[in-house]
């Protein structure tokens, strides 16, 4: 018991000691950088201690107010995407184009990328969907046919390679005038998209851990 | 030189495989309800109390899913048995076992002891017939034998919730109810030197059966009955039908031979169990899974990148693509300070440039992502950004310690067309070559060398597996500082300070510090059956209060031919031993093929002052091949001689993953005798490394892990010098770099 005690004494000098050592950790002016010691043991927690979304820390703000500080900062074409599964709204400015390929991006440098309406991509989220090529869809949808499309999602998967999803998708009206819909399934999974081009809304699924984003056009 | 528009190379093609969609959800890193995966051999639920999926002690045909990694705990009223299980391959699982358990024959009242399991599925379960899966096991293969014991054991899927196993065991399996022996009897336990394998007496001896069932009650909780011929003979005091007699110790005899348990399952990589063993002793344990092909955050957490921007028309632009900007000597400063003020916020530094009308490199020096294709592709996409209209070729070359090891050459058309497609296009679209070696028009940037940097981190030593004191650890600070006087040429120094750790100074054996010390070299190796101690004092260099300075060296390297590298480091090379190193390697840069052959004059280090020395002076050195298999898996012989100047071969096998796992196994055997090299007999070990950022997301290129070497013993023994050119160059070199080319859009 005795030698169990003095264990615990040793550990928890040591624990004291290892904070303090974390405060000074990791300074200097190395290139090779990363997040510092610091980080990484509160990154870790935080994943065991609360899974891995952390709760949105602050009540999110009205999306209308954000809205409109945005469209009066920002001079460029803005768009307002809402994130479901995270509960989050942010507003993102278009950062580049290239083709029918617009990127837009938040000010924290998360971006979403837009080919017409269809949502081709994310960037810095963590399950990114890589690309999405869905030309049929868009076509459909943009004439406001009905018909069936092939989809192929890829996501980049920790194994090093991009893996495709393919869904066999139904593209038709839907109950309220203008709204299309896309009904996706495959690979045992199924989501529906739906698409008001016009007025420039839509909500879309961006894959199985992130699911749905709505997106709206606030300044073409 | 523009590209050629090029034969798919073996490596691109394994990217545009991906596009077919075929067998591809299994490993996807879906939040999809876990269904038993499509393409993988049958999976275990619950893990035994060897760590590898089975029932309470006896094993079950079952695999974990490729690739995992699993940590397993087991407290017993028995003994302890700490184990790390990896699926090495679909049909293969391999375990290192750490086990603790009570003796009345030693001194210290109990014995640890090391292990090592392999198991393979011969033959898979036949989804909807009567075949049931197939394995074949040997537990405890190598070395003492404590749970030495081979089965034969077959697993059959009566429902989703209900499997049933039953098989036959030899060796420690079949301790009671043997049904008598087939091929002759089993040989005793080695009694000497350990480390050998225990072939010998594979399947020999007495073969009993074994059987059980496991039943999952909910999705978290599987119940498991099983039947088992191992009556734990040693550790209850039954000498007469205990192997070797320092085993014996004193508990309760079992009262049978059922054994029941239960694991519930905690999350996607932890569970928890218990059981009863023979209805006396009872025991708990806990295991972690983790598997290096998935991770939270598979896409990474890193800012996006910049987007690609297409040049405008020439009509737009007619100066642009005319290229007479190049000769405004004005133009190459100001673009270059421009994208290397760019490729900063990248976490990449712009060595030097070249920069022509219709063609652009640039040396880019990785210091954030761990897979080199994603700094390359945040370079051409930043380039697209940075240069003038004309610049048709973009050429993107890798540069580490200095030395250009590998270059992307790309048509500007190619990346404005490709931007954000499938990665397999532009993989198939880019040439990887090796790097010109000095082209015309190389221009450094300003302020980049000389370079001085420096950090201070604290560090973490730790030392397992020491009978008395199985975790020894020391922490304290380290400031480390380089200076890069000119491409390839540096000076490393690292300085520490101990803080706190119970790793005390300790001479090998009974003998105390002040006695050891006082032994001439002479002395030392006759002491220690004629070998000298080039590794087992170890511990003389711990437990040192004052600032320790563990290297101190200058490092030269450079490329002499456009595939051969050379290192030569001068110096404190590493903690015990000092002196000259000299390498040189043959890597072209898509070849699965290298070769190297390295010299070391050394000698070894005094235990406390950094500057001085002991007596004992050796020239070691290695020729080294190594290769590049496919699927992950890199191998590496080294044959030459070591520390302690015996002669000898290493042979190391690597699987490797496109996120930066590492998981290794090694071993040496050198001339000595295993009388001259003690116990284990020969070198082994395994080496595992984890990067940082695929735990979580934050991109960052380090990495965390270490080599579990078996016992520290003199045999065998190499340098450890910093920056060996292998995995210096190897990052931008093909294998690696395609393995990570799914993140060059990222």
Known sequence: MGEILAMTVTFTRGLVAALALAALAACGNTRSDGPTTLDIGRQLVGQVLSGRQSAPAAPAPDPQAMAAEALAVNKGPLIMVGLESLGTTQVLALTGENGGMRTYMTESEQAVILRGFMLTGTRGLGNDLSVAEASGTAALVGAGRSGTAQRTMRYFSADGLERPLVFDCQIGPGPRPGVMIEDCTGHGLSFQNSYLPGAGVSRQWIGPVLGYATVQTLRP | ?746
Not at chain 2, 294 to 316: F, T
Not at chain 2, 404 to 410: I, Y
Not at chain 2, 672 to 678: Q, R
């Open chain 2, 1 to 746: 030189m523009t590209p050629r528009r090029t034969r798919p190379t073996l490596h691109t093609r394994r990217l545009l495989a991906t596009a077919i969609p075929a067998a591809l959800l299994a490993l996807a890193p879906m939040n999809v309800a876990p269904t038993a995966a499509l393409a993988e051999p049958m999976i275990g639920t619950m893990m035994n109390r060897y760590g590898l999926p089975g029932l309470i002690d006896t094993p079950t045909a079952e695999m974990l899913p490729d690739a995992t990694l699993a940590a397993t705990v087991s407290v017993s009223q028995l003994d302890e048995r700490t184990g790390l299980t990896f699926q090495l391959i679909p049909r293969m699982s391999v375990a290192l076992r750490y086990g603790k358990f009570d003796s009345t024959e030693q001194r210290r009242g109990y014995i640890r002891d090391r292990s090592f399991d392999l198991r393979f599925q011969i033959l898979d379960e036949a989804e909807n017939g009567w075949r049931p899966a197939i394995a074949v096991g040997l537990q405890d293969a190598v070395g003492t034998g404590f749970y030495s014991a081979e089965y034969l054991v077959a697993t059959k899927t009566l429902n989703p919730r209900l499997r049933v196993t039953a098989g036959l065991g030899w060796g420690r399996l079949a301790s009671s109810g043997g049904l008598g022996s087939i091929i002759g009897d089993r040989p005793g336990p080695d009694e000497g030197t350990g480390g050998q394998l225990n072939a010998n007496q594979w399947f020999k001896g007495e073969v009993a059966p074994f059987a059980g069932v496991q039943w999952k009650a909910t999705d978290r909780l599987t119940l498991a009955a099983e039947y088992s011929g191992d009556d734990y003979a040693c550790e209850t005091g039954d000498a007469d039908n205990c192997a070797r007699r320092p085993w014996v110790s004193d508990d309760d005899p079992l009262k049978n031979n059922i054994n029941l348990g239960f694991a519930w399952q905690g999350g996607p990589a932890w569970q928890v169990g218990g059981y009863l063993l023979g209805g006396k002793h009872a025991g708990i344990q806990v295991s972690l899974a983790l598997n290096p092909k998935q991770s939270p955050y598979p896409s990474g957490l890193e800012k996006a990148p910049a987007p690609v921007r297409p040049r405008a028309a020439p009509a737009a632009d007619p100066e642009g693509w005319s290229g007479a900007w190049s000769a405004d000597p004005t133009a190459q400063p100001a673009i270059q300070r421009a994208l290397a003020d760019a490729l900063a916020k990248e976490g990449q530094t712009l060595e030097s440039m070249v920069l022509t009308a219709d063609r652009a490199e640039v040396r880019i020096r990785n210091n954030r992502y761990m897979q080199q294709a994603q700094a390359v592709g945040r370079t051409a996409r930043l380039m697209t950004r940075a240069l003038p209209p004309s610049v048709d070729t973009l050429v993107v070359t890798s540069v580490e310690d200095g030395i250009p090891t590998s270059s992307v050459v790309m048509r500007r058309a190619d990346v404005e067309r490709l931007e954000n497609t499938e990665a397999g296009q532009i993989a198939n679209a880019a040439v990887l070559t090796d790097a010109v070696a000095r082209p015309a028009g190389l221009v450094g940037t300003p302020g980049t060398l000389p370079r001085f940097q420096w950090s201070l981190r604290p560090y973490y030593s730790t030392g397992l597996f020491d009978p008395d004191e199985p975790f020894r650890y020391e922490v304290g600070a380290a400031l480390s500082s380089s200076y890069e006087l000119l491409p390839g040429l540096l000076v490393k120094g690292t300085l520490r300070q101990r803080l706190f750790g119970n790793a005390e100074q300790d001479a090998p054996g009974t003998m105390t510090v002040e006695e050891y010390e006082a032994m001439s070299v002479e002395e030392v190796t006759a002491q220690n059956g004629g070998v000298y101690r080039v590794r087992s004092d170890g511990r003389m260099y711990s437990g040192n209060d004052s600032p320790q300075v563990p290297e101190l060296t200058l490092n030269w390297y450079a490329r002499p031919t456009p595939t051969t590298y050379t290192r030569v480091t001068v110096g404190l090379l590493e903690r015990m031993y000092a002196g000259v190193s000299g390498e040189a390697l043959w890597k072209p840069v898509n070849s699965p093929l290298g070769l190297g052959v390295e010299i070391n004059r050394v000698r070894k280090r005094d235990f406390r002052d950094a500057f001085e020395f002991i007596d004992y002076e050796v020239t070691t050195g290695h020729v080294s091949a190594y290769y590049e298999f496919g699927n992950g898996f890199v191998g590496q012989v080294d044959a030459g001689r070591y520390l302690a100047g015996d002669n000898g071969a290493t042979l190391s096998l690597t699987r490797e993953f496109p996120s930066g796992w590492q998981v290794g196994a090694f071993v040496t055997k050198t001339n000595l005798s295993e009388e001259e090299f003690g116990e284990g007999s020969f070198d082994k070990g395994i080496t595992i490394r984890a990067p940082l950022a695929w735990a979580i997301g934050t991109p960052t290129k380090r990495t965390v892990g270490g080599t579990l070497g078996s016992l520290n013993r003199d045999g065998g023994q190499r340098l450890r010098v910093d920056g060996r050119l292998y995995d210096t160059v190897r990052d931008s070199h093909g294998t690696r770099m395609y393995d990570g080319w799914g993140k060059f859009w990222r």
